[in-house]
């Protein structure tokens, strides 16, 4: 194990709460993949906006190109958590004795219901807000609903199909501090997977028509007020560390 990972999982362990435990190649290993994901997903999703903002320069806001930068993102994010959940099978696979959790962990414990009424209320207001507009004259509003309508079906399916896997899949641990630092890496993936960047960001790129609106103001509405909420439910509901340990108690 390098040095620069034993002093990064070293301070991921202090951060949640696990001082008494050492850090060990196996949780290194872990972490060092979820670094690099959380890069590469930075990566694409500056690369989608860069892309779209280069077709609405060029006229191309209603090309074909519009959908296909949302199935690029989409399709790249989900590689990434399947790359990120081998990774966990690989580094498994190696351990000489393994623990497993007694009782499937279910959605209310790793991620919690005010998470889950936050994520859902913010693809509800995007949705409505996308359907509202199509009713309009404006083709070019219009078929920016549809596609903000694609991404964000494509997101939803993504975001229940990602949060089935990081729940069913069985605990990478050799013994109990392993085993609560694979219930933290769950919270955290879970909460990661459910901050809804694309959602407030489709509708602010895609519902712009040919001049400005109402459906301009609510969706830049919708990023600003998603945006302290979000902060405001991570103050308020319990760190990740705590919700884990909340999780394990609650077998």
Avoid: K
């Avoid at 435990?21 to 290993?29: D, F, R």
């Avoid at 085993?179 to 933290?184: C, G, I, P, Q, R």
Wanted: charged share 15%; net charge positive; hydrophobic share 55%.
């Amino acid at each position: 194990m390098r040095e620069a990972d034993r002093v990064e999982t070293g301070r991921w362990l202090e951060r949640h709460g696990l001082t008494g435990a050492e850090p060990t190649p196996l949780l290194a290993t872990r972490l060092a993949v979820r670094r690099r994901a959380r890069i590469a997903d930075s990566l694409l999703l500056a690369g989608f906006l860069i892309g779209a903002a280069l077709a609405h320069v060029s006229g191309r806001a209603t090309s074909f190109w519009m959908p296909l930068l949302v199935v690029v993102l989409l399709s790249g994010q989900w590689l990434l958590g399947r790359w990120v959940r081998r990774a966990d099978q690989r580094a498994g696979a190696q351990l000489s004795r393994r623990v497993a959790h007694p009782v499937q962990l279910g959605w209310r414990a790793v991620l919690g219901r005010p998470y889950a009424v936050f994520t859902v209320a913010s693809f509800a207001a995007a949705l409505v807000l996308a359907v509202s507009v199509l009713p309009g004259a404006d083709p070019v509003l219009r078929y920016g609903a549809i596609v903000v309508l694609i991404g964000l079906t494509g997101a939803g399916a993504g975001t229940i199909l990602q949060l089935r896997q990081v729940l069913a899949s069985p605990a990478v641990a050799e013994d109990e501090v392993s085993l609560t630092a694979d219930v933290v890496m769950r919270v955290e993936d879970v909460r990661a997977l459910v901050t809804p960047s694309l959602v407030w960001t489709l509708p602010a790129i895609f519902l712009y028509g040919t001049s400005f609106g109402w459906w301009n103001v609510v969706a830049l509405a919708l990023v600003v007020v998603g945006a302290v909420v979000l902060g405001l439910l991570q103050h308020r509901t319990a760190c990740v560390g705590a919700a884990a340990r909340q999780a394990l108690a609650a077998r």
